[in-house]
């Protein structure tokens, strides 16, 4: 970032954020218990959990993982149940997002992401991302790097913003033929070769090509992320691996990014 006050000011009030991310995270676990729905906590947050002990240092954010069927009764019971500063965001509940992760949001605060379009008409609260995961087929791990990455970069290209020009119009063509053709042949794989020990992000989200054991995740144990106990994968070990390789090499400083542009943790005053 050019800004040093902004940066400054980011680190600043990063600790402030992340409380709040941890109270949403406890409102969605009492959601969830109370509904006997599982989930757990994912990516950097397990990280975190695994390697720092809660949040790493430089993060602002939180992830969680549902299986899909979890996922839909969450989305359910969410709204009705969370506490009336929460808001669950889906492309159902905000018509201006099309993200398939379900989001969170803290309606008195305010988180801008880079890239984001700080006029628009949706929810940029602070939040806690929701991913929904499904079984995968019994196909090997060169066959899913490529396919998931394959239809989650075209999903990605199809649905950013364009304007019009000749090479918007070659995207379309190009990567809308190998979205579809991707996902026929995925399909294919899931009806011939149906029952596999792994599962993942729904493709769309899975842009790296990751798959995990079921027996290496289930049952659940928890972990302590900021002093308090969450759901977590049981062999966090190999889970992490899945995601980061060496996950336990901390990454030299100019790689600690906030992912914020700009962040305020209380718009009003309670």
């Known amino acids: 970032m050019n800004n040093e006050y902004l940066s400054k000011y980011l680190k600043l009030h990063l600790r402030e954020c992340q409380l709040k991310q941890l109270s949403i995270l406890e409102s969605i676990d009492s959601v969830c218990k109370k509904h006997d729905i599982q989930y757990w906590l994912d990516g950097g947050t397990l990280l975190g959990a695994v390697r720092h002990g809660g949040f790493i240092p430089w993060d602002d954010d939180i992830d969680i993982a549902m299986m899909k069927p979890d996922f839909e009764r969450f989305l359910e019971v969410a709204q009705s149940d969370l506490p009336d500063n929460l ?6 509940t905000d018509p201006g997002v099309n ?3 379900a989001k969170i949001r803290d309606l008195n605060s ?4 880079d890239m984001e379009d700080f006029s628009a008409d949706y929810q940029k609260g602070l939040f806690v991302d929701i991913f929904p995961m499904i079984d995968y087929p019994n196909v090997g791990a060169s066959f ?3 396919y998931a990455k394959g239809i989650s970069t075209s999903y990605a290209i199809l649905h950013k913003p364009h304007y019009y020009s000749l090479r918007m119009f070659g995207e379309f063509f190009w990567f809308g033929m190998k979205y579809y053709l991707y996902r026929g042949i995925w399909a294919m794989a899931s009806l011939f ?12 989200n899975n842009g790296y090509g990751i798959y995990h054991r079921r027996d290496l995740t289930f049952p659940l144990s928890t972990i302590n992320f900021e002093g308090k106990p969450f759901p977590a994968p049981c062999d966090t070990d190999a889970y992490l691996k899945d995601l980061y390789k060496n996950y336990m090499e901390i990454p030299p400083e100019s790689k ?3 992912h914020a542009i700009y962040v305020h943790s209380e718009l009003l005053e309670s």
């Open 193 to 204: 070769k149906p029952k596999s020990p792994y599962f993942s992000n729904i493709l769309i």
């Open 144 to 146: 899913v790097k490529r």
């Open 256 to 258: 600690r990014k906030i």
């Open 99 to 101: 993200s398939p992760v």
């Open 87 to 92: 808001f669950l965001q889906t492309p159902k």
């Open 110 to 113: 305010l988180y801008i992401e």
